[in-house]
């Protein structure tokens, strides 16, 4: 059974930082792309980052590049998403989910519907 579970998540004020982690476990962690995601009460699920399975290519929404790092511990099944100079428009719930890369290149990455598996969500509030 495969399960991805977030923590880290909670309130940051404007301009502070924030790291969330996804612990993986039920499948090989080191042979999927990870990525992240997030939600916003009455908006849909929105692509934030991703990264490959070994760790080499990075991938960022616009709206978080620069400010935002994803990265991953394959030994310890888990990635993190470090989010630096936050802002309130960051507030969401934020997802991890396992890509096990059908095809290659950023469009394969940013989509939701690539991922298989996913985590229950993390809240993270970034207050004014």
């Known amino acids: 059974q495969v399960q991805l579970v977030e923590s880290g998540g909670g309130l940051v004020q404007a301009g502070g930082s924030l790291r969330v982690s996804c612990a993986a476990s039920g499948l090989t962690f080191s042979r999927y792309a990870m990525g992240w995601f997030r939600q916003a009460p009455g908006k849909e699920r929105e692509f934030v980052a991703a990264?490959?399975?070994?760790?080499?290519?990075?991938y960022y929404a616009d709206s978080v590049k620069g400010r935002f790092t994803i990265s991953r511990d394959n030994a310890k099944n888990t990635v993190y998403l470090q989010m630096n100079r936050m802002k309130p428009e960051d507030t969401a719930v934020y997802y991890c989910?396992?890509?096990?890369?059908?095809?290659?290149?950023?469009?394969?990455?940013?989509?939701?519907?690539?991922?298989?598996?996913w985590g229950q969500g993390t809240q993270v509030t970034g207050s004014r």
């Open positions: 990264i490959s399975w070994s760790g080499g290519n990075t």
């Open positions: 989910a396992a890509n096990p890369l059908k095809c290659i290149g950023y469009g394969c990455y940013a989509v939701d519907y690539e991922y298989d598996y």
